[in-house]
């Protein structure tokens, strides 16, 4: 059977991800000899020994149309490679990715049309305000000047955005503010896939709860398939209908909330928390970071 007709024999699901696996290589960090002469301490410095991070580590995962899958991990535990991985920026180096079919990296053209992602590294032109910058994002994507105005000032009102501020120049806004236009901009092509790689991380408890609602909405209104990462556990509970803890690049439990409290026996006879879930599965706080 050849490959192409393998895939199309693949059950439709909104995301399949399967036994993906990806390898960071880096120098290791080696203290150089301090007594050797110029040239020996260069040579030294090119020869350092070359070692392999698996950030992902045979990871799969399957989301259905509007659903809210969630990702919880410590800092470095694999949650953004993973997410990078499936919207096609970085190439997993084995396993296989498909976004309603399609396979993320022999269509990656295909699939990039139906997706956007959420990251804290949005960028941005800062001299412009931003509402003239979801302007410019949605003319990209062919929508008029005067329709694309009026949904990004709908979306970031949504957001709790001030609206006073809305033509504010970019640079001048906080970093809580600019992740709420990071959000609005990934929301205004309606997106059938959305991946929010922590979205609230770094909002104050009223900005993360507009956002938080807002997700809610989408799904409500949208039918899209929705993964998120995040530290925060009340956050997983609120709004996933299944999540997996990730460590060390490695999903060690997946499951919907009740599934996995029920996976800890209650400490004192109250029920266990999804926070002691985690330290019970991971031997370690969420706040930890990986070594
Ligand atoms: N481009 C890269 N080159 C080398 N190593 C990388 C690269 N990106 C990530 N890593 C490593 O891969 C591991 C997983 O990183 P990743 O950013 O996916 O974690 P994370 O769960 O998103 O963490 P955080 O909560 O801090 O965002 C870490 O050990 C990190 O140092
Ligand atoms: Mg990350």
């Known amino acids: ?52 991070i698996r950030a992902v580590d045979n990871i799969s995962l399957e989301v259905g149309i509007g659903e809210i899958y969630g990702i919880l991990g410590a800092n470095g535990s694999g949650k953004s490679t993973l997410i990078r991985c499936i919207s096609t920026l970085l190439l997993p180096d084995a396993g296989s990715i498909h976004v309603f079919g399609d ?57 709790g955005f001030n609206a006073a501020r809305m033509d504010e120049e970019m640079e001048n806004l906080s970093r809580g503010m600019q992740q709420k236009v990071a ?21 104050d408890p009223k900005s993360k709860r507009d956002v938080q609602a807002f997700i809610e909405d989408i799904r409500r209104e949208r039918h899209a398939v929705i993964v998120l990462t995040t530290h925060d556990m009340a956050e997983a509970e609120r709004l996933c209908d299944k999540i997996a803890i990730i460590d060390k690049g490695r999903f060690i439990a997946e499951g919907t909330v009740q599934e996995l409290i029920a996976r800890v026996p209650s400490l004192n006879g109250a029920p266990a928390t999804l926070e002691d879930v985690f330290i019970a599965l991971t031997g370690k706080d969420i706040g930890d970071e990986e070594e």
């Open 1 to 52: 059977m050849s490959i192409e007709e393998k895939e199309v024999e693949q059950p439709i699901h909104g995301l399949s991800v399967r036994e993906v696996t990806k390898d960071f290589h880096r120098t290791k960090r080696t203290k150089l000899a301090e007594n050797l002469h110029f040239y020996q301490r260069l040579r030294q410095f090119f020869k350092r020994e070359k070692e392999t």
């Open 183 to 203: 959000i609005a901009r990934a929301l205004l092509t309606s997106p059938m896939l959305l991946l929010l790689d922590e979205p609230t991380t770094g909002l």
């Open 103 to 159: 396979n993320v990296v022999t269509e990656s053209l295909k699939v990039r049309q139906v997706m956007n992602r959420v990251s804290v590294e949005a960028s941005f032109f800062k001299r412009l305000s931003s509402t003239e910058n979801l302007i410019y994002a949605a003319r990209l994507y062919g929508i008029s000047a005067e329709a694309a105005e009026k949904k990004a000032r709908e979306i970031l009102e949504r957001l």
